[in-house]
Structures are given as C-alpha cells and as structure tokens.
C-alpha cells in the first residue's frame, strides 16, 4: 500500500503530489501539458468588486481639464484593485492640490460614487473646522480625566472607515492646510500604519481599507501669480514643483509630508474648458428638473449670456453659481406661472435672460 500511504501524507501536508507521466507519452510532452492546464485552471480574482474602467469613466466626464492627476488616479486604483498594495498602512494616501473650484473635492466624491455605488459614502472630514490644537479631541477622543473620555467619541464613523471585505473605504480631509498643527499630528499613525487608537485606549480605528484623500489650496495664490509668465520649454513644470515643495514644506511638518504616497496638482481651468463644465452644471439642473416632470432647453444666446459671466478665479464653483442666481430664479417664476406647462426654454432678450413655457397642442 505505499502508493495510498503516499497520496494520505500529501493530503495530510496540503500538497497535492506531481501527476505520473502516463507510460505512452514522452515526459517533455506530459510537462507541457501539466503547464497549459493548470495556467487554464488557474484565475486570478480580485476580492474587491468595483471595476476601475467604470470609476475613470465617471471622473473623466466629470472632471475636466486635469488629465495627469486623473493618470495618477487610475493608477493608484489599478494597485488597489490588484491588491498588491503595502500591508501596513492605508490602501493609499494622495494630497490633491490646487485652487479652488477645480474638482478637487468631487474627484473624491466620485470615486465614492464608483466604488461604492454612492457619493454620500465618501467619510468627510472639514479640516477648517478644526483650526484649533484643542479640537485634536474630536479626532483622537477626549484624553482621560475629561468628560466624554471613557465612551471615545470621535468625529470619524467607524463603519464607514472599515468598509467591507470587497469595498475599501474612500475618506477625505478637506482643506487640510487649514487644521491646527496638534490635529495633523493626531493623523501621523493613520497615514503610515493605518490606525488610530483613541485617547481612552480602549478603542481603535482601522483605516488599512481605506483610500485616504487630502485636498488643500495651499501655493494656489503663488501658482496663480506665474501662470501666465511665460518660460523656456520645460522650465514651467520644475518651476512649479519647486513652488509647491516650499509651500508644503512651510505647511506641513516633513514627517507629515512623508506619510504621503504622492501628491496631485490640479490646473487651474482655462475659458476653452467652459463649455464642458457648463453642460456639466446643466446635467445636474435637468437632474432636478426632471423630478418635477420639467425639461428646460436654451438658446445660444442664453448659453453665451451664462458663460460670459463665468469669473475664472473661482472654477467651477463659480459657474454653478451663475446658473443659482440668474438661471435657477426665472425658471422659478415661470413654472409657477404655466402650471400646466412641463416644457421650458431660456432665451435672452434686451440682454435680460427670461423663461418662457412652451404650450404643446
């Protein structure tokens, strides 16, 4: 019985013993053949389920003008994807920088979208509501003798920080150059091994499933201030990365820097990038038309009007206000003026921009 004996101690090991080379076919041939099958029978899953095509589909319609960030993006989904990341610490940490209005926070917001089936389960953090040392308590939990100490609040929800098996986390820290020094060196432990252990040490919060975004403005002003000098080709680029390396060395304390995976500049948007983003705005208002069983169509000249009032130092925050304070109003007045109407067109006359209900027979 020594062939049995053999075939229960691989067993018992967990090793399947190599197949015998039937005595018809040639070792080299029956080698070959072991190969080809077990390549076939072997397929290699990813246990997370969200799809990076879908996810950079959605950022690239929506997020205009910031190719090489969006490049780095998809990358950094690809490692996550393919889970081969680094063990200790979060899935990856990136800084979006730039100035405002330019997509920053929403390029975090659809990602959440993509990979969690919605916006909303982004974990937000505004930083600028944390100014103050003594507010390090609303990350880290009150310190021991303080009230509130023993039950370990903390502003972060620990379920959505953990995410599940298949679906990592997505978390921001908005605006984080505008937090206290004592608050960013609460998040040193999370950024490198993806923990944070509360001040009452009885609890811990595990962001090692979490992708970790941070956005800040900082070296905006000073960007701004050489973006239309002009520099011999290839100099723009080193000039810039030197602008922001002083801007986050006077920011940031090196050992926070360096928990950094990487670090994205968003462009500022230029007037050839209007268009995509007013169509954009419009989507969102159709969106909300569409509830009221409302459609809303403009001409030209009312497209041209909303752009032409675009102010290109706030981004696209600026263009959906436009359509908020002279848009959003004269839709208003004219549902409730044709009840009964559900068609609406915009037109411009006398360079005033009016709603009028268009009556179908």
């Known amino acids: 019985m020594p062939f049995i004996n053999d075939q229960l101690a691989a067993s018992q090991g967990g090793v399947t013993p190599p197949p015998e080379t039937p005595p018809h076919i040639s070792s080299e041939l029956f080698a070959e053949a072991c190969v080809a099958r077990s390549q076939r029978e072997f397929k290699r899953h990813s246990r997370f389920r969200f799809d990076v095509d879908t996810v950079m589909s959605l950022l690239r319609e929506r997020i205009i003008a910031q190719n090489e960030s969006l490049t780095a993006i998809e990358d950094m989904l690809h490692v996550v994807k393919a889970d081969i990341g680094r063990e200790?610490?979060?899935?990856?940490?990136?800084?979006?920088?730039?100035?405002?209005?330019?997509?920053?926070?929403?390029?975090a917001r659809l990602i959440a979208q993509g990979i969690c089936g919605n916006a909303d389960a982004l974990c937000r953090i505004d930083m600028n509501t944390l100014a103050q040392d003594h507010y390090a308590a609303a990350l880290t939990g009150a310190p021991p003798g303080y009230v509130g100490s023993k039950e370990g609040h903390t502003l972060f929800p620990a379920d959505a920080i953990a995410g599940s098996y298949s679906v990592p986390s997505v978390v921001l820290f908005d605006e984080v150059e505008k937090a206290s020094t004592e608050v960013l060196r609460s998040l040193l432990n999370v950024l490198d091994s993806g923990r944070l252990t509360l001040s009452s040490g009885v609890k811990e919060l595990d962001f090692r499933n979490s992708i970790i975004f941070l956005s800040s403005?900082?070296?905006?002003?000073?960007?701004?201030?050489?973006?239309?000098?002009?520099?011999?080709?290839?100099?723009?680029?080193?000039?810039?990365?030197?602008?922001?390396?002083?801007?986050?060395?006077?920011?940031?304390?090196?050992?926070?820097?360096?928990?950094?995976?990487?670090?994205?500049?968003?462009?500022?948007?230029?007037?050839s990038?209007?268009?995509?983003?007013?169509?954009?705005?419009?989507?969102?208002?159709?969106?909300?038309?569409?509830?009221?069983?409302?459609?809303?169509?403009?001409?030209?000249?009312?497209?041209?009007?909303?752009?032409?009032?675009?102010?290109?130092?706030?981004?696209?925050?600026?263009?959906?206000?436009?359509?908020?304070?002279?848009?959003?109003?004269?839709?208003?007045?004219?549902?409730?003026?044709?009840?009964?109407?559900?068609?609406?067109?915009?037109l411009i006359q006398n360079k005033t921009l009016f709603v009028e209900a268009v009556h179908e027979p």
């Open 217 to 271: 403005n900082i070296a905006a002003p000073q960007l701004e201030r050489h973006r239309n000098k002009r520099y011999m080709f290839g100099a723009r680029k080193a000039i810039e990365r030197k602008i922001i390396d002083r801007a986050l060395r006077q920011a940031f304390d090196p050992e926070f820097i360096n928990r950094i995976d990487s670090v994205l500049v968003y462009q500022h948007l230029q007037r």
């Open 88 to 107: 200790r610490g979060p899935l990856s940490v990136m800084l979006l920088m730039g100035p405002t209005g330019v997509g920053k926070t929403e390029t």
């Open 273 to 346: 990038d209007l268009n995509a983003l007013l169509d954009i705005e419009l989507q969102h208002l159709q969106v909300r038309l569409q509830k009221q069983g409302l459609s809303l169509e403009l001409d030209s000249s009312c497209y041209h009007y909303l752009l032409r009032h675009y102010d290109t130092r706030y981004g696209a925050r600026d263009l959906a206000r436009q359509l908020r304070m002279k848009l959003e109003p004269v839709i208003a007045r004219a549902m409730l003026a044709a009840p009964e109407s559900n068609r609406f067109i915009g």
